[in-house]
C-alpha cells in the first residue's frame, strides 16, 4: 500500500503519514504489523496545552473545599465559588474540575427529610388511634401556595453535593425572601359540608378578638358537654355507655390484628 493510499484511509497528507509510521517504528521497533505499529503509536503521550487547574493542586483542592463549605457556599454557582477564592477561569473550565477532578455536581435542593420506617410507623398508629373517632369530627384538609412575579421558578435552588451521595443528607428548608404576591389555596373534605367556599382575608385586632371571644365561648361549652357525656358513659343503659363498649370491643380487635411493618407489636389503645 502507498503513503497516498494510507493517507486517505487516514484522512492525513501523506507526508504526514509517513512520519506517522516512522515514529511507531521508532517507539516498537520489534512489531511487525501496521496494526500493532498504530497501537504502539497510540499508546504515547502527545504533547498539549497543560491545563489551568492541574489535579491535586492546590487551586483545586481550594475549589472544592469552598463550595462544600457550609449550607451557603452549597447554594452558590461554581462561578461565584471561582470568584471568592480567586481563580480567573471561564465558566466551563470550572464545571470540569468540579466533575472530573472532584466528581461534584449540581442538584435540585431537597427540604423535606425522609419518610423512614420509624415516620411511618407513626402515622399508622395514628390512623388507628383516629378510627372509632365518628366522621363528622374529622376534617381533612390540604393547601397549597401560589406566587405572582417570584425571582425564580426553582423555588428552592440547586446545591453542590458529591455524585451519587444521598440526597436527604443535604436537605435544608431554607426561607425564601417574599417577592411579589402569593396566594394559598386551601380545601378540605369534611362530613355533611358542601360550601361555600371561603376566602381568607387579613383580619383586624378587633375581628381576632371577636372571633376569640367565640371559639372560647364554643370550647367551654363543648368541655360542658364532655364532663356529662363522660359521666353519662359510665352508666348503664345509657347512648353513651352504649356507644363507648362498642368502641372498646373495636380496639380489642385492632390489637389482635397484624403488628406493624417492623414487626414490633402495636401499642395498646384505650378509648377516651
Not at 402515622?123 to 406566587?147: H, K, M, Q, T, Y
Not at 371561603?198 to 383586624?204: G, L, S
Not at 376569640?212 to 359510665?234: C, G, P, S, Y
Request: glycine fraction near 4%; hydrophobic fraction near 30%; charged fraction near 30%.
Amino acid at each position: 500500500m502507498s503513503w497516498t493510499e494510507i493517507s486517505k484511509l487516514l484522512m492525513v497528507h501523506p507526508e504526514t503519514a509517513r512520519l506517522i509510521c516512522k515514529r511507531a517504528r521508532e517507539n516498537a521497533p520489534g512489531e511487525k504489523t501496521t496494526r500493532d505499529l498504530y497501537t504502539a503509536l497510540e499508546g504515547q503521550k502527545r504533547p498539549g496545552k497543560p491545563e489551568i487547574i492541574p489535579p491535586e493542586s492546590q487551586v483545586s483542592t481550594r475549589l472544592k473545599e469552598v463550595a462544600l463549605q457550609d449550607q451557603e457556599h452549597r447554594e452558590k454557582k461554581w462561578v461565584d465559588i471561582a470568584d471568592e477564592v480567586g481563580i480567573v477561569a471561564s465558566r466551563t473550565t470550572i464545571e470540569r474540575v468540579m466533575h472530573n477532578q472532584h466528581h461534584l455536581g449540581r442538584f435540585n435542593s431537597i427540604v423535606k427529610p425522609p419518610l423512614d420506617r420509624k415516620n411511618k410507623e407513626k402515622r399508622l398508629e395514628l390512623v388507628d388511634r383516629a378510627i372509632g373517632i365518628p366522621a363528622n369530627c374529622w376534617i381533612f384538609s390540604d393547601e397549597c401556595f401560589i406566587e405572582v412575579n417570584a425571582q425564580s421558578k426553582n423555588r428552592h435552588g440547586r446545591i453542590t453535593r458529591p455524585v451519587g451521595s444521598n440526597p436527604y443528607d443535604y436537605a435544608h428548608h431554607r426561607v425564601k425572601e417574599p417577592a411579589g404576591a402569593k396566594f394559598m389555596i386551601w380545601s378540605c373534605i369534611s362530613f355533611g359540608y358542601r360550601g361555600p367556599l371561603f376566602i381568607w382575608e387579613k383580619e383586624t385586632n378587633e375581628e381576632r378578638q371577636f372571633y376569640d371571644d367565640i371559639v372560647n365561648r364554643e370550647n367551654n361549652e363543648k368541655k360542658e358537654r364532655q364532663i356529662t357525656q363522660q359521666r353519662l358513659a359510665t352508666q348503664p343503659g345509657t347512648e353513651e355507655y352504649r356507644i363507648l363498649s362498642d368502641i372498646n370491643e373495636h380496639i380489642k380487635q385492632l390489637d389482635q390484628a397484624s403488628p406493624l411493618p417492623s414487626s414490633r407489636s402495636r401499642q395498646k389503645r384505650r378509648a377516651e
